[in-house]
């Protein structure tokens, strides 16, 4: 049973472009969260897709959007990049239980570094 | 708006030892609260989750407890191995405004552990 992968696992872009990352959830899971991680940081919630749709969004500007596939894969874009936006995304996924919490599974991350 | 903050921020200790990493979280009305670990470079790895209504929870040489009332949860390591040298990171999650099942997690910074040989 694979766990959840992203791709690709590094990227170097630069100033001003646009970057889509993607991830594919655990087997069963219906739920997908994207983190952003600087270095030295805890990861911070981007946002969480459910069904096709943004469930939950964190503290991020809308140069930050994602999308989820019907087969709950997800992808994660970033347009106008900053050299802030240097970190590594971690994609995590969970299967949405109403009335309790459920663990979240990460996966390895992709390092995006923008010049 | 939640805060997490995670003491100490690093830690060394000798091969062998018993020890305790500390989370605390400033709003008590949380889902469940997660302890993952970090290898460098690497994704997070889930060590032992706390539904709210739980006080602690036990995998193997790792002992978690929780303590909603005071914000404070606590992550125990007994007779520590190299092979345990990583970041702890402590989440929280709490209910969406819609009220049906756990938002994103809301992380510290975590615990640099080194474990001496």
């Known amino acids: 049973d694979a766990g959840v992968t992203q791709s690709p696992t590094h990227l170097i872009k630069t100033r001003g472009q646009q970057v889509t990352l993607r991830c594919s959830p655990k087997?069963?899971?219906?739920?997908v969260s994207w983190y952003q991680q600087a270095l030295g940081q805890g990861p911070q919630f981007i946002f969480q897709y459910y069904e096709e749709e943004e469930r939950q969004r964190g503290n991020f500007p809308d140069r930050f959007s994602g999308h989820q596939f019907p087969n709950y894969s997800s992808e994660l874009n970033v347009n106008a990049l900053l050299l802030g936006d240097s970190a590594l995304y971690l994609c995590a996924s969970s299967l949405l239980i109403y009335g309790t919490g459920e663990t979240q599974y990460f996966g390895p991350g992709t390092r995006l570094l923008v010049l | 708006k939640q805060e997490v903050t995670q003491i100490p921020a690093a830690l060394s200790v000798p091969e062998g030892e018993n020890l305790v990493l500390n989370c605390s979280f400033t709003d008590s009305a949380i889902y469940n609260l997660q302890w993952f670990r970090q290898d460098p470079g690497k994704g997070l790895t889930s060590l032992l989750l706390?539904?709210?209504?739980?006080r602690e929870q036990t995998s193997g040489r790792l002992n978690a407890s929780l303590d909603k009332s005071s914000g404070r949860s606590t992550l125990y390591i007994a007779a520590s191995q190299p092979g345990d040298s990583a970041t702890y990171l402590c989440a929280v999650s709490r209910t969406t405004d819609s009220g049906g099942g756990a938002d994103g997690l809301t992380f510290g910074k975590g615990t640099h552990l080194i474990i001496q040989p």
């Open positions: 087997s069963g899971h219906d739920t």
């Open positions: 706390i539904q709210s209504s739980q």
